[in-house]
């Protein structure tokens, strides 16, 4: 069954404290990207992959950190997270729009 | 810059009605258009998508979009609607060259029995 598998579901943590979100997938496609959802603002792009060793920033990338060692792994890594970076986070994957979402990972930073 | 609007938040039917979730686009040259469902606690799903051909593209679970050039519009319709339809659904539209999907705020639909 196609996946995208982001962990963990929900997280809460203390401002300044490093964290990583994993994101996996088993489609085997190039493009894999991050998102934020906020209430009235919709998604927004953090990060994006169009290959291995190949990321660049998205629309709001300030604050967060991404790698791509390996075609089916995109973690999202926040080196300090703030209370502002509370939000729901989405990894995606897929070609020409035709997105598969992971399940999406709560933050809240305190 | 591209961009997609979808002017109401919340759009409430009865079980059984038609119902419609409006979106207007505004692209320079051809668009690449989209629509996502987000159920409770769910990621989003693909819905359909608009990239060229007949103005009335069907997809998933019943629903169906218009696509109108004059309009710069990008409905999605059904013709009943289920009580299991309520979710949130988002228009986008694709950028080709970067391959983002630029997200409208969306609607939250909510179908009464």
């Known amino acids: 069954e196609a996946q995208v598998t982001q962990n963990p579901r929900y997280l809460i943590t203390v401002t300044g404290k490093k964290l990583t979100v994993t994101c996996s997938q088993n489609m085997n496609h190039e493009y894999m990207s991050w998102y934020r959802q906020d209430p009235g603002l919709g998604l927004r792009q953090i990060y994006y992959s169009m290959n291995v060793e190949v990321t660049d920033k998205g629309d709001v990338p300030e604050g967060y950190k991404v790698s791509r060692k390996e075609k089916r792994n995109f973690p999202l890594i926040l080196e300090s997270p703030s209370p502002n970076q509370t939000s729901l986070y989405f990894c995606?994957?897929?070609?020409?729009?035709?997105?598969?979402f992971g399940s999406g990972t709560r933050l809240t930073v305190v | 810059a591209q961009s997609v609007a979808q002017p109401e938040d919340q759009v409430n039917v009865a079980e059984g009605n038609p119902l419609t979730v409006k979106c207007t686009y505004s692209v320079s040259g051809n668009p690449y258009l989209f629509w996502y469902v987000q159920y409770p606690n769910r990621g989003l799903q693909f819905l359909l998508k608009?990239?060229?051909?007949?103005?009335l593209v069907k997809g998933s679970y019943g629903f169906e979009a218009e696509f109108n050039k004059s309009q710069t519009s990008f409905h999605l319709k059904k013709p009943s609607a289920l009580v299991s339809d309520s979710a949130l659904y988002f228009c986008a539209v694709r950028d080709i060259n970067t391959d983002k999907l630029i997200f409208g705020t969306g609607t939250r639909l909510q179908v009464f029995p």
């Open positions: 995606a994957t897929g070609q020409e729009g035709g997105y598969t």
């Open positions: 608009y990239i060229t051909g007949d103005n």
